[in-house]
């Protein structure tokens, strides 16, 4: 297949908080340079909060700066926060795999609990932690962040477009998260790749995203309603489970940007 090309590249670097387009990155074995390493938790529990339960996470905006990350709420509220140190490790959970964290400190503990009117705690995935994707369909090594799962997700374009055809309200791509955006293929082409080559980077595209009910949510206003879900449920569901866009591992590391060619290997 020729004429695919990558045409966004999204980053979200705080789990369930609000990602932002990027023109080029660094692709490493987490996945996106930054992408994810950050994850707000339940203050007693050490499990991983979302919008799931917390749909008001979607109207914190996040910025990376040198030093770490600043965080600003819809409402005008602003927090600057230093990437922490690993003075203070805390235990989290994120769906059954327990990690080490390394707390983001009392600051942003407090800022968080005030905006989302929940007591949590902001916490950091260092370089040296590891956990370890599904070896279902992973190789032993392959590992990612506070990721759902799976380092990458992609999406083509022309899946997108397909779905707004059928909603009365088209959305956007941010309400799926996705990592990679690929543009000239059919729609739903993506699920009959395997290995994709972007630059020097190979990719194995390993299984198909399962959708809960986050896309429901408006990330301009917080709101959860019943679509795209509702749709998506009438011709993308298989068995209890509705696909939309494929988990990808990268095989090795290397720069990505915006406008390159996307070549399916296989």
């Given at each position: ?40 938790v ?5 499990h991983?909060?979302s ?23 819809l ?9 922490p ?9 994120v769906?059954?795999d ?15 609990s ?42 083509s ?14 959305v ?95």
């Amino acid at each position: 297949m020729s004429g695919l090309t990558l045409s966004q590249l999204w980053l979200f670097p705080v789990k369930s908080l609000a990602g932002f387009t990027r023109q080029h990155s660094h692709l490493a074995l987490f996945g996106l340079e930054h992408d994810r390493r950050w994850m707000v938790v339940d203050a007693t529990s050490g499990h991983f909060i979302s919008q799931r339960g917390c749909p008001e996470m979607s109207l914190i905006q996040v910025a990376l700066t040198p030093q770490g990350i600043t965080l600003q709420h819809l409402n005008g509220s602003v927090l600057e926060i230093i990437e922490p140190n690993g003075r203070a490790v805390r235990d989290v959970t994120v769906w059954g795999d327990h990690c080490r964290a390394w707390d983001a400190g009392d600051p942003a503990a407090e800022w968080l609990s005030e905006q989302l009117a929940v007591a949590c705690r902001l916490v950091y995935f260092p370089e040296q932690e590891v956990r370890q994707v599904d070896l279902e369909y992973a190789n032993v090594g392959d590992k990612t962040a506070f990721s759902d799962g799976f380092p990458l997700l992609l999406i083509s374009q022309a899946s997108l477009d397909d779905l707004n055809q059928r909603l009365k309200t088209p959305v956007s791509m941010a309400r799926f998260r996705p990592n990679l955006v690929v543009s000239g293929c059919e729609p739903f082409a993506e699920d009959g790749w395997k290995k994709l080559r972007i630059g020097d980077i190979t990719l194995r595209v390993v299984k198909p995203c399962s959708r809960c009910a986050i896309p429901n949510v408006d990330p301009a206003t917080g709101e959860r309603g019943k679509e795209p879900i509702s749709t998506l449920s009438k011709y993308r569901r298989q068995g209890n489970k509705i696909f939309f866009g494929q988990n990808v591992i990268a095989d090795n590391s290397g720069e990505i940007e915006v406008g390159m060619s996307v070549e399916v290997v296989e």
